[in-house]
């Protein structure tokens, strides 16, 4: 039984991994909003919550630098490497906290929200690294524009998405 577990759990994973690298074209057809939408923090939540910490930092780590050394989207430095931290630490996040927390409907909007603040954090000071590398800056107006202004419709549609779709698998998963 355990076995099938981990197996399930691989499975579940490369499906949302495969998703990340694939919402992109969709929401890119969108210009003005595309990566707004944030795409691939919403598989690799899932991905946290479904198959657990260590699949979600795994997946959230690998989507960005796959798609940029395959499609050179997001460029590699130092979107793609800054991505790659902050995905992983929202799939780390996701996972730890939702396992951790009583399983109440509330808990999924604070694992959610806990991991999309800390992924957020996560994501600033790996800019504010690689932008002092560089010789560039990265200041609080940028992180503010890059983490929040302009994350909104993502962040609104990560709030309102994961939840549903966690709470319809775990009534889902009461039925077997």
Do not use: D
Not at 88 to 98: D, F, K, P, S, V
Not at 114 to 129: D, K, N, S, Y
Request: glycine share 10%; aromatic share 10%; charged share 10%.
């Amino acid at each position: 039984m355990k076995r099938e577990n981990k197996v399930l759990k691989m499975v579940w994973a490369a499906m949302f991994l495969a998703i990340a690298y694939v919402l992109p074209f969709l929401t890119g057809q969108m210009p003005e909003i595309g990566n707004m939408l944030c795409p691939m923090h919403i598989p690799v939540l899932l991905c946290g919550f479904i198959c657990g910490w260590p699949w979600g930092l795994a997946v959230g780590f690998a989507v960005p630098l796959l798609r940029s050394m395959t499609l050179s989207m997001p460029p590699f430095f130092p979107k793609a490497i800054c991505m790659a931290f902050e995905l992983a630490a929202y799939g780390l996040m996701a996972g730890i906290l939702y396992r951790a927390l009583p399983k109440k409907k509330s808990s999924i909007y604070v694992a959610l929200l806990g991991a999309m603040v800390l992924g957020r954090i996560v994501w600033g000071t790996a800019m504010f690294i690689c932008m002092g590398l560089s010789g560039g800056a990265f200041g609080w107006k940028a992180f503010l524009a890059g983490a929040v202004t302009n994350a909104i419709p993502g962040i609104i549609i990560q709030i309102v998405l994961i939840p549903i779709l966690i709470m319809a698998l775990e009534k889902a998963k009461e039925g077997e």
